[in-house]
């Protein structure tokens, strides 16, 4: 025999295979192994054995002799052996039935052998748990029972061994979990249950509260029903707060005013000049401070629901005054960070917040400061949408290009005739988005503006939504956006 006639098991078939035991022979059986006969080779002597048991004899460095024959016989050792095809035939036409529990399997051996490496009652290990069943049920283990197999997380849809399903429900952030405050159910780890227990815009009634007083500098928080006695017991140290804010005010307004008297010659439109001539921020703050004063010295002989009215006097004068502070100081920004050469770059900071109130409708688009195309120039800006507008709105970004009323439109060229481009910047400087437009000297939207500013026009499929979240490009990166608008400047 040559070594690919060799086989790899040793030994022969089981005799529990055979159906009839009646035909259990020595003329079916190994001479060597005493098994169902495997591969049959037969010896110069007559008797039959599995072909591996034969050459595993003949392979012994010390002569073997054959089993099966007398000591004294002269083909006894074991020398030549020759494939015995009769044999092999009548062995492959054995009846057997399958060894395998619950196995229906009745037929010839020949039969059997193919059936064996398919039977569904044989036992198999799982590739993933080496836990060993039988074959019909490693489909059913392998989906419900197996610790290894892989599942998906039914909260956050991340896909995870099942031995670890306990260890990551413990940080999932998005499993529903209860409150642990008021006891809520079905709201998740992550944005919802922090928003629920948010102590200004949370709806959690035992969550803990912050004072009235936080933004002049109060920092006690505590539930709802605590925090009477907190403004009862500590009306001093909160009207002493409010004096030392409204000082800090007059101070920081002073210092606006001196600083606004630098721009006093610079064109600010009807709006910002009738602002900066108001005199009633230092009117309101005088009044506060005074009254402030007044009550200081009387505080503690006043009621507490004279107390009460008193503070919201005050808080809606301080609205109205930070609310005067605030667009003064805008109206400072602008001045400092305005372009006089047809070019701006706008950056537009906490994108996510901003697409998602463009999203819910709740802030739609979001205009760019103005610049001019040249000193005495054109006043322009931009207006861009995050969810789109028109046939790009829900699919792309849109920007557009408005031209604004100006201090020097009576000396300029009308209809305006600049070619537009807008540039989305790669902030890793690989591949900008690039798009502009020349003007249609037809549309009134580059006419002289009439009113404060013309219909806006541009570029309502910018770029795509899908584009934007798929390119490998830094288009947004710490949640900002940069986009360059130019402006050919020949007037």
Known sequence: MNGSEAQKTIGGYPRELLKNKSDLTERITCGVCDLILRDVVQHECGHRFCSSCAEALQNEPQPHFCPRCPPD?????????????????????????????GCPF????????THQDSCQHSRVPCPACDKHMKRVELED????????????????????????????????????????????????RDEKIKLHQDPENGDCPRR?????????????????????????NNQQEHMNLLLDDNINMRTELEFMKKKLEKYESMELGEKGASALHCDNPEEIVKMVVKNLKQNGIVMEKTSVEETTKHLKAVDQAMAVKNVVITEQFLQIKSLENTSYNGILVWKITNISQKRRDAISGKQTSIYSPYFFTSC??????????????????????????VIMKGANDAILQWPFRNKIIFVLLDQNNQ????????????????????????????????ISMSKLEASPNAYIKDDTMFIKVCVECHE
């Open 73 to 101: 016989s002269l083909e006894a050792p074991i020398r030549n052996i020759y494939p015995d095809f009769a044999g092999r035939k009548e062995i492959r036409l054995l009846q057997v039935r399958c060894v395998n529990s």
């Open 106 to 113: 009745d037929g010839i051996l020949s039969d059997y052998l």
């Open 141 to 188: 283990h392998s989906l419900k029972d197996c610790t290894e197999r892989t599942i998906t997380c039914r909260w956050c849809n991340r896909e995870l061994i099942h031995r670890n399903m306990k260890q990551h429900n413990s940080v999932c952030p998005k499993l529903e979990i209860p409150c642990e405050i008021c006891k809520k159910s079905n709201l998740p």
């Open 208 to 232: 803990k509260r912050f004072c009235k007083f936080r933004r002049v500098g109060c920092e006690f928080t505590a539930p709802q029903e605590q925090m009477s006695g907190h403004l009862k």
């Open 376 to 401: 005495y120039g054109y006043r322009v800006c931009c207006r861009i949408y995050l969810n789109g507008d028109g046939m790009g709105e829900g699919t792309h970004i849109s920007i557009f290009f």
């Open 431 to 462: 591949e900008h988005i690039i798009d502009g437009f020349r003007p249609d000297e037809t549309s009134s939207s580059f006419r002289r503006p009439i009113s404060d500013m013309n219909i806006a026009i541009g570029c309502p499929l910018f």
